[in-house]
């Protein structure tokens, strides 16, 4: 019997850790692009933000989900863009094994001091 429940939790510690390791994927994937849309301004830029945003969709908590779907739909609302990046961030703090996630946050290259940061235009395709 102690072999059968360690082997259950052993599974669930594993699958626990493939989810957390999914959702930290597409949470620093979405973060790098955000960033990159936000300097950059491309139709590429815009379309890695729209990968990253399909794949928090597959693993994202509601809430994140739709400070997201907020984001894109602010582009010309600044006060509403600011709302939905708090949003996202306090709610992707809340979700399971949050430390891990957000601590590691998008920093910008240093080619990227002093350039102006455009208004962040998002498709809606």
Known sequence: ??????????QRSQRDERAFREKQSAYV???EAYHRAAVEGTDETSKAFA???MRCELVAPEPVRDAIRRIVSTNEDRAGRERADADM???GR??????????AS????????????RPLEFSQT
């Open 1 to 10: 019997m102690t072999a059968f429940v360690n082997s259950w939790l052993s």
């Open 29 to 31: 994937g979405l973060l």
């Open 51 to 53: 990968y990253w945003q």
């Open 89 to 91: 961030k306090r709610d």
């Open 94 to 103: 809340r979700s399971k094994h949050h430390a891990l996630v957000f601590d």
């Open 106 to 117: 998008v920093k910008p290259d240093k080619a990227d001091a002093g350039r102006q940061h």
